[in-house]
């Protein structure tokens, strides 16, 4: 017995001795290669391209820039793209895909997202671009001040849409031959807070160059360090030109982000958009783009002016001009206030006079961050597609309800060639087999009425209306918050129903709306017969005149 102890315990020493050895022996090689991050959307392994410089130091931060890649293109490919490596002569993408070819190193760190193929960068895409850049930046040392955001096409209206909706991640941008998507523009301003290069061909049939033009014009019109190059007699494949000679690495190593900017630019539409550096906004007017323009000078002095916003908060630890426990001097919109904080205070408006403290606090359930709509925010993040098995149904009753729910839920419906499949994979569950896990995780896609899906009947007290049960040829679509997430209800016909649009041909058939709809939405025989839509109030309510809209078909909850 003594001599196996003795034989454990060596050999147990041994193992110890070898284990950091062997664990330097899993390192990444250098150059390009794919890895993968687990995204919480649907419980898949993502991949992303990735490069790492030759002779990486493991001590040392790297810059890193983020590559966002076009429609019907992939994360390998979009490697390929930002170090100027184009497809061979008569090479196809399928056969570009399948190589890294050699190309001269930069000292930068390069991600390169699939984001789910081809459906834009909102919703789960736009999650994708951040769980990317966490996870290299749990992986390697990046350096905070010197992460870099570009894209082409699809991409390129990603980085305009990214960059500019959290404009304090990003040192700079570098939009190539951008379509951003709707109200991106509202949002123009933020480009104050770092430098940005746009790119574009001036004979480019798929994008055309005017609204690059635009872009341009009005941010040299408000003063933003905005750079342009436009190639003459170039199409669609402007990002050859731009990226060539891996220009882009060149022009990126020049901007530095400040974490702590004497002057704040910032703007938002929702909540989920609402801070910027030392600026938070915690009360937005609804409906519009809330506006702020806050500067700190020496002496702890600020002035800040304000559009569409009712409460901010300021947080000022680290900044170098900010004194902790001295007086703040505030000018908020031409009214003096005065405060004393070590590093955080918050204001908000009495009418139209500013006060120095946070919104007073309320049981009353109110738009916010993660409860403000509109329906495509149920589905930008986890979420689950759940049918009734309620009121007795036939088999097949039973089986259309299910049906119903995965035509919702495939949205990796094959488009073709070009667009190919998108990469999300949510599940489809009955109302009966939906697990406390789900209620605490999920947003919940909910089909059917109160009186055939037990979990609409479960929420039905909360629920703000009700389609009628005579309503058969109607649809009725909306997202309301239920505790911690979504609840979207869909009752009668199918958001889908009959909807032979192309609003957003990269979309999926049964999600090309998703995106422009609003809180709510009530629709006769086909999805584009609308009957009524809207947002609900600031406090989740129908308005009187949305109500006479709806009465004929809806049911109202006091």
């Known amino acids: 017995m003594k001599h196996f102890v003795q034989g454990f315990l060596f050999t147990l020493l041994f193992a110890l001795v070898l284990l950091p050895q062997h664990s330097q022996a899993q390192k990444l090689k250098s150059g390009p290669q794919v890895l993968t991050f687990f995204s919480d959307a649907d419980d898949t392994d993502q991949p992303y391209g990735l490069y790492l410089p030759k002779n990486y130091d493991e001590n040392k931060k790297y810059p890193l820039v983020i590559m966002l890649h076009g429609a ?145 014009e009005h941010l040299q019109q408000i003063g933003a360090e905005v750079s342009y190059k436009e190639f003459v007699d170039v199409k669609h494949d402007s990002w050859v030109s731009a990226y060539d000679n891996e220009f882009i690495f060149e022009w990126f190593s020049h901007a530095v982000r400040d974490p702590h900017p004497d002057r704040v630019f910032f703007s ?36 800040i002016t304000s559009e569409n916003l009712n409460a901010f908060t300021l947080n ?18 031409g009214a003096t206030l005065t405060a004393k904080t070590d590093s955080t205070v918050s204001f908000n408006k009495a009418g139209s006079a500013w006060r120095v403290g946070k919104v007073s606090a309320t049981e009353e359930l109110v738009k916010k ?40 839920a495939d949205w990796a419906y094959y488009r073709g060639t070009f ?65 911690t997430h979504y609840v979207a209800i869909n009752s009668g016909l199918p958001w889908w129903s009959g909807d032979q649009s192309h609003d957003y041909p990269f979309m999926p058939v049964n999600h090309r709306k998703l995106a422009g709809y609003k809180d709510y939405i009530l629709f006769k025989d086909n999805a584009s017969n609308v009957v009524a839509d809207g947002y609900f109030t600031e406090q989740w309510k129908v308005t009187p005149e949305a109500q006479q809209k709806l009465s004929g078909a809806v049911n109202f909850n006091k």
């Open 369 to 408: 961050k993660g409860a403000e709509g509109p329906i495509f925010d149920a589905f930008s993040s986890r979420h689950i597609y759940v049918y009734g098995t309620a009121g007795n149904p036939s088999p097949e009753e039973l089986k259309k309800r299910m049906t119903t729910a995965s035509q919702a």
């Open 72 to 216: 019907g293109s992939n994360h390998r490919l979009d490697l390929r793209r930002v170090f100027g490596k184009s497809n061979q002569n008569e090479e196809t993408d399928v056969e570009a895909t399948r190589y890294f070819p050699a190309w001269d190193d930069v000292d930068f760190i390069v991600a390169a997202p699939l984001a789910r193929g081809t459906i834009g960068y909102q919703g789960i895409p736009e999650q994708d671009v951040y769980d990317v850049l966490d996870d290299v930046q749990k992986r390697f040392q990046i350096d905070e001040n010197r992460i870099y955001l570009t894209g082409l096409s699809m991409g390129g209206g990603g980085t305009l849409w990214i960059g500019l909706t959290r404009p304090d991640i990003w040192a700079a941008i570098a939009p190539v031959c951008p379509a951003p998507p709707e109200g991106t523009f509202d949002l123009a301003s933020n480009a104050l807070n770092f430098p940005i290069h746009f790119f574009h061909g001036d004979a480019d049939p798929v994008v055309p160059v005017a609204g690059t033009r635009k872009w341009v």
């Open 419 to 483: 667009p190919g499949r998108v990469m999300f994979f949510p599940r489809v569950v009955a109302d009966k087999d939906v697990r406390p896990s789900d209620l605490e995780s999920c947003n919940l896609i909910l089909f059917g009425t109160k009186e055939d899906n037990l979990l609409i009947n479960k929420y039905a007290a909360q629920l703000p209306m009700h389609l009628n049960a005579g309503a058969g040829d109607y649809g009725l679509f909306y997202v309301f918050p239920v505790g």
């Open 268 to 303: 938002a539409k929702q909540y989920k958009y609402n801070k910027a550096y030392w600026v938070t906004f915690d009360k937005i007017v609804q409906g519009a783009v809330a506006k702020i323009e806050a500067r700190i000078t020496s002496g702890n002095i600020i002035t």
């Open 316 to 333: 000022l630890k680290g900044h170098p001009k900010f004194k902790a426990g001295s007086t703040l001097t505030l000018k908020v919109d």
